[in-house]
Every structure is written in structure tokens, then in C-alpha cells.
């Protein structure tokens, strides 16, 4: 059985996974809008995977005899600088989110809730994934120093991206 304080803290993770969906769903709206559908793409298929993670939560409660309660989204920001300001964004959101996967594991040893901790080893495994992905595309940005062409090619590159059901 899993605790009502564990119970809670995955529902909040849930609500956690799918603002995130929405934070790069207005990324890749913000890339379409400004002719970069390579960048469009690559925030679209992010979206998609951050609701895939909340599912992974709202599953796993399920088969643990737990309520699910959904919380309501934040809105998120529609309006970004630059290509560069939405991939720092995007760097120090999943450092938050890492952060909160953290938080969870660390109560889930406290609560000595195994399962948890086992399902919970595989976001810890995945936020490195997601932080290093993040990391390299905001460095590709900041070597192209601002010059079009170079962005052009990194939009073409993260273009290329496929979605994990493709």
C-alpha cells in the first residue's frame, strides 16, 4: 500500500510532468512562429514525452490501488527573447524538475516504499537524458553567436528528431 503522503507528492508529480508538456508545447508554438520548424518539432516531441512521463505516474498510482487526483496547469509564458533564452529556459526547468524527481525518491526512502524507489530510478536515469539533451542544443546556440545560417543548421539537425512511437 502506498502512503497517503507519497500518494500526494505523485499526484503533485503528475501535475509537475504535464507542466512541463505545456511549457514546451508554447516553446514549439514560439519556434513555429518565428520559422524554425526544426526547433518546432523538437519542442513538440518533448511536449509529447513529458505527458508520456505524467502517464508513467498516473499508472503506476493506479496499479498501486491509489486515487489519482489531477491537479490544475500553470499557464505558461508565451513569449520568449530568442532561441537562446527558450533553451536556457528549457536547461533550468528540467534542472527543477530533476530536482523534484530528487524530492520524490528521497521520500520514497523515507517512507520505505520500494516500489517507488524503483520506478522512480528510472526518471533519475532519464532527468540526466533530459538535462544533457538541454545542455548541448543551449551550447549549439551560443556558439552560433547569433549568426542566422548557424542557427539555420542546428534547426535543421533538431529537425531530424523522432518522436519515440515513430
Known sequence: MISPKMQDALSNQIKAELDSA????????????NNLPGFARWMHIQSHEEINHAMKFYHFLLERGAK???LALDQPPSDFASPLDV??????????VTNLIYNLYEL????KDFPSQVMLQWFIEEQVEEESNASQILERIKMTESKSFALLAIDQQLGKRKAEEE
Open 22 to 33: 505545456y511549457l514546451y508545447l508554447s516553446m514549439s508554438a514560439y519556434f513555429t512562429e
Open 108 to 111: 520514497a526512502l523515507q517512507e
Open 68 to 70: 489519482v487526483t489531477l
Open 87 to 96: 533553451l536556457d529556459r528549457t536547461l533550468k526547468h528540467e534542472q527543477k
